[in-house]
């Protein structure tokens, strides 16, 4: 009797390493990589703080550290609130509805009855290029976002592909933290400048004479401010990687298909053209709108089109 | 040494509800997976006059498919028990596929508005269904996992539960919608 439950692809190589691991371990350790960044960038922020604090003024500590914690807080907040309707504002997205666009509608109700998650509101956004993102801080407020070329080049097996994935993206709760992460990004950015002019303006407000504990601050308040953008970034961008990849895996799971979401990525691959969107929202989609075929590199929001097909097909 | 005892008789105890909590918890998320295959067969049943109307317009002559599709809808609508609902659903998926397959031979038919429509609902439907067949049958590998595996087997037999069949998923593209459901025992 339970031999006819058919396979379930849960299991695949991980090109990387060679190994099988499964998919729940999968998700687990993007999970505890994903909070550990974010632990990480969050020191990061507070660590500026208390540095400015310690260069400037050691009694005046709780004032940075505090600006520091009010920046991440508000932004975060922000983000978490609002980044849905800034990115589908930014893309140009307009809603679907059920008249015109019945075939997206239809894949997208079926999509989310496999995945046991409530059906995401759709947009549509006019432009022959084929791309999609996914936005809203979690299920209940899951949004997806196509382009009406995508609708047009795909076949319902690969459409279904990019939904799952997309439905990934919000079943995993990955908008909430790329947007958080976005927004610490900023707030590490604001602090840097609002230390830089007053450095420049202000001077010290010190009058009790440089401290020894206070040069070495500044050194190290100096060298955190160049590096941490830096090093944010790109913790940013390895986690958005992981996270394609992750997406991938799971919409391939949720649809039981890991070939029709293959074939869409080809299709995608091969077209040729555009999507103009601004530079604050290109990590949100499917694929990235400017940059197809970049090697592994460590500036890439999205790992290369061809490793992600690749791992699709060894499932 | 009493103590001990006690406290290890009340973590057992806590224990054992949460399990049977759990138990009932997966047995209802499998019946309710149920009913969102049932929505998806009663919305199809309901569109079916409207498509033989459609098809009548353009194809009057071809009865015996008609027939079939109405014969269909009877049963489907007699239905009681989940295994007479699933044979009755096999039986409309054919009968519905074979309307489709003579619409080919009506370009008019074809290229009209409203048959169009019908065409994308029902195919949409076909492939809900595929879909929330695939989420009951997760449902019901979860539920039969807890009764079966250790500790869950203990508690199973005094509550009387005890595995449910999986609907069989034929090996099908699901691009040409088929569904099968018969129960897979």
Request: net charge positive.
């Amino acid at each position: 009797m339970d031999d006819q439950r058919p396979q379930l692809p849960n299991v695949f190589t991980d090109q990387a390493t060679g190994q099988r691991i499964s998919l729940l371990d999968w998700q687990a350790s993007n999970r505890r990589a994903s909070w550990l960044l974010s632990l990480f960038m969050i020191g990061l922020l507070g660590g500026i703080g208390y540095l400015a604090a310690l260069a400037f003024d050691p009694g005046g500590a709780i004032f940075f550290v505090g600006i520091a914690a009010v920046l991440a807080v508000t932004q975060s907040a922000a983000a978490y609130w609002f980044s849905d309707k800034m990115a589908l504002a930014a893309a140009g997205a307009r809603p679907a509805t059920v008249q015109e666009h019945r075939y997206l509608v239809n894949v997208t109700e079926a999509v989310a009855i496999g995945a046991g998650v409530p059906a995401p509101k759709l947009y549509v956004i006019d432009s022959p290029v084929p791309n999609a993102f996914a936005t809203g801080r979690d299920p209940e407020h899951g949004t997806i976002a196509v382009t009406s070329g995508l609708i047009k080049l795909l076949d319902r097996q690969e459409l279904e592909g990019v939904v799952a994935h997309e439905m990934a993206h919000i079943k995993n709760y990955d908008i909430r933290l790329m947007s958080m992460l976005a927004a610490t990004l900023g707030a590490i950015v604001l602090l840097r400048d609002l230390v830089l002019r007053s450095l420049r303006f202000g001077g010290r407000r010190s009058g009790r004479g440089g401290g020894r504990a206070q040069a070495i601050g500044m050194i190290l308040l100096v060298v955190l401010l160049i590096v941490a953008p830096l090093l944010a970034s790109l913790l940013r961008l390895a986690v958005s990687r992981r996270r394609e990849f992750l997406a991938d895996a799971t919409g391939a799971y949720i649809t039981r298909n890991p070939e029709g979401l293959a074939r869409a990525l080809e299709k995608l691959r091969d077209f040729k053209g555009k999507l103009e969107v601004s530079e604050g929202v290109r990590h949100m989609f499917f694929i990235n709108p400017v940059l197809k075929l970049n090697a592994n590199s460590l500036l890439a929001t999205h790992p290369p089109i061809e490793e992600r097909i690749n791992r699709l097909r060894r499932m | 040494m009493g103590w001990i005892v006690l406290i290890i008789l009340v973590a057992l105890a806590l224990y054992a509800v949460y399990l049977y909590n759990r138990i009932v918890t997966l047995e209802n998320r499998y019946q309710n997976a149920w009913s969102q295959i049932d929505v998806q067969l009663k919305r199809r049943t309901d569109l079916v006059p409207n498509l033989v109307e459609t098809v009548k317009g353009y194809a009057a002559h071809e009865k015996e498919v008609f027939t079939r599709v109405a014969e269909s809808r009877e049963r489907m609508l007699r239905a009681g028990s989940i295994d007479e609902q699933a044979e009755a659903a096999n039986m409309m998926t054919a009968a519905l596929r074979s309307v489709f397959a003579i619409a080919e031979n009506y370009p008019e038919l074809k290229a009209n508005e409203n048959f169009r429509v019908l065409q994308e609902e029902l195919a949409g439907i076909e492939n809900k269904i595929a879909y929330a067949r695939q989420f009951y049958n997760d449902a019901v590998l979860q539920f039969n996992n807890a009764i079966k595996t250790v500790p869950g087997v203990f508690l199973a037999g005094p509550m009387g539960k005890r595995p449910h069949v999986y609907l069989e998923i034929p090996e099908t593209e699901r691009e040409v919608p088929q569904v099968s459901f018969r129960p897979a025992s």
